[in-house]
């Protein structure tokens, strides 16, 4: 039985009697699909479909937890069905950040400003052993996905022993950066694209999406993740005005963010530099794995990211001169930069 029929048939067993309409809702980079299930009388709910094979329920339900004891709107989970990995959940509307901003830019400091406040309070609600912990294992294997998936894979470079030395030591300055910081739930994914609107009787509540990876690390990751995103970006005095606000949000609620807004800067561009070096990698991996091309056209948003980080800080200088290289190349083959 295809995938397809088996959810057809499982809705009509969930809802008997009743004509539920089925309508895709989202999709992500994962295995998983979205479905908005409207009911007879108008009601909506959305379908997660997680093969089991293929993507793990648990950590979904487990975070939904979380970020429900921490008081945040994010979906509950209504029925569950873990053998054949369907959720059906609230529904937050229609909604999305990414969508609203990329509509009207002029609508961000007003979209942003109640998103720090959900941040603080997700920060405020973390505590040890409960989520993963984000430790040099799962940092080394992200960034590791640089060079497997972007440089040899799309790029078709080889790195020369020297390049490999260079590369490893701008790995290890961004590890122990990252290690260093104080940790907190970290929700892995905090952008736009995975924020709603909804709406309450008073205001709109930022609500929170594709929370399942959520680990517990460093302070700043989820900070630089809403401001450097994959598919929206800003001017970088919009951006430190936004990271100000949260910082001293985060210093007034008692979180463990450095007392000197320039550490905390710092801090933030070396964790932004390991995520963006992850997903350029990712990218090209959805790509050549995964066969999802619509990804790539973003690389060179994370590579003017990349490029702009390492051109600050002396320790990175070797990736800078990495990507000058790999550029040129690709330039000489005609591969996508």
């Known amino acids: 039985m295809s995938r397809d029929q088996l959810l057809h048939d499982w809705v009509a067993q969930r809802f008997p009697g009743q004509a539920v309409t089925i309508a895709p809702a989202s999709a992500d980079a994962s295995f998983r699909r979205y479905f908005r299930l409207t009911l007879p009388d108008g009601s909506t709910r959305i379908l997660m479909d997680a093969p089991p094979d293929k993507e793990n329920c648990r950590p979904f339900i487990q975070v939904a937890g979380l970020l429900a004891d921490a008081g945040l709107a994010a979906p509950r989970i209504l ?25 009207d830019d002029s609508l961000a400091d007003s979209l942003f400003r ?22 040099e294992a799962l940092l080394r294997r992200e960034v590791n996905l640089f060079p497997e998936w972007f440089v040899g894979r799309h790029l078709g470079h080889t790195l020369t022993d020297s390049e490999k030395n260079s590369l490893e030591s701008v790995f290890r300055f961004l590890l122990d950066s990252a290690l260093a910081q104080p940790k907190v739930f ?21 609500g929170i999406l594709d929370f399942q990876d959520a680990v517990y690390g460093p302070i700043a990751y ?3 993740s809403l401001f450097r995103d994959a598919f929206i970006s800003w001017d970088e005095e919009r951006e430190i005005d936004w990271v100000v606000r949260y910082w ?21 561009e070396l964790m932004g530099l390991q995520r963006h070096l992850k997903v350029l990698g990712i990218f090209c991996r959805l790509k050549y794995r ?18 702009r980080t390492a051109g ?14 790999l550029e040129g190349q690709s330039q000489d083959v005609g591969y996508t930069f």
């Open 186 to 206: 970290v929700h892995r994914d905090f952008m736009p694209r995975n924020l709603m609107a909804v709406e309450s009787e008073a205001t709109l509540v930022p």
């Open 114 to 135: 109640p998103v720090l406040d959900v941040l603080v309070r997700w920060q405020l609600a973390s505590r040890p052993g409960v989520l993963p912990p984000y430790d």
């Open 79 to 103: 029925d569950q069905d873990l053998e054949h990995g369907f959720l059906v959940l609230t529904d937050l509307g229609r909604l999305g950040y990414l969508a609203a901003l990329q509509a």
């Open 290 to 307: 995964d066969g999802k091309e619509n990804y790539i056209t973003d690389l060179p948003r994370f590579l003017n990211y990349a490029r």
């Open 248 to 268: 001293e949000k985060a210093r007034a609620a008692g979180l463990p963010v450095r007392a000197d807004f320039g550490e905390f800067w710092r801090d933030y």
């Open 312 to 325: 600050r800080y002396n320790a990175l200088k070797p990736l800078l001169a990495l990507l000058d290289t």
């Open 222 to 224: 989820d900070v630089v």
